[in-house]
Each structure stands twice: as structure tokens, then as C-alpha cells.
């Protein structure tokens, strides 16, 4: 059973950082391209960056040189480091394999104040 646990959301200020996490288990990680999403509200969920099994990266042009996707084999974790957040970036944050899989985690809110 797939399970994706996303943490490290919260509150900033624009211009801010934050670093989220999502722990993956029940799909083979070391060869799965992973990503992350995001929905803000009205809005469909979409696709912010990816990171292939062999850490080869693509990213929204929304985040381009401000976001950057790792991940941790061992770990079986992928990262997303955000800098100079906009409050245009509010949203929850998903992570999934890349295509997304049926199976979602809770997300984790993201929240840039003006």
C-alpha cells in the first residue's frame, strides 16, 4: 500500500524559505521519478517539479531558480527547498510518484503572507 507523508508546511513571510519532506513507503523509491504538486484554492492541482530516479530535475517556470527538488534513496524521502516565496505559492503541497499514482497524502499547507 502506498503511503506519502508530507511535512515542513507553514506560515512565512513573503521572501521567505521553507524546506518540505514527504516520506514515501509501499512503492520501490529507488527507481520510482518523484515530485511534487500543489493546489491552491480554486485552482486545480498542479505540477511544481520533478526529479527523475537518476536525480535529473524539471521544474514549473513559476518556481524556476527559486524552488529546488532532491531526494534521499535511503531515506526514501523527496525534498523541496523553496526560497523567495511569493504569496502566489500559497497552496497545499502534495508529493507523488511522477505520473501521479492514485494514492495521495494529507498534503501540507503552505501559507505566504504579503
Known amino acids: ?4 507523508v508530507e511535512s515542513g508546511g507553514g506560515l512565512v513571510q513573503a521572501g ?7 516520506a514515501a513507503s509501499g512503492i520501490i523509491f ?5 515530485a511534487w504538486y500543489r493546489q491552491a484554492p480554486g485552482k ?23 524552488f529546488k527538488i532532491s ?3 535511503v531515506k526514501k524521502t523527496v525534498y523541496l527547498q523553496m526560497n523567495s516565496l511569493k504569496p502566489e505559492d500559497t497552496a497545499v503541497y502534495y508529493c507523488n510518484d511522477f505520473p501521479p499514482g492514485s494514492s495521495w497524502g ?8 504579503s
Open 44 to 66: 486545480q492541482r498542479e505540477l511544481v517539479a520533478r526529479i527523475s530516479s537518476g536525480g535529473i530535475t524539471n521544474y514549473a517556470g513559476s518556481v524556476k531558480g527559486r
Open 106 to 113: 494529507q498534503g501540507t499547507q503552505v501559507t505566504v503572507s
Open 1 to 4: 500500500q502506498v503511503q506519502l
Open 71 to 73: 531526494r534521499d534513496n
Open 30 to 34: 529507488s527507481i520510482s521519478a518523484m
Open 16 to 22: 521567505g524559505s521553507l524546506r518540505l519532506s514527504c
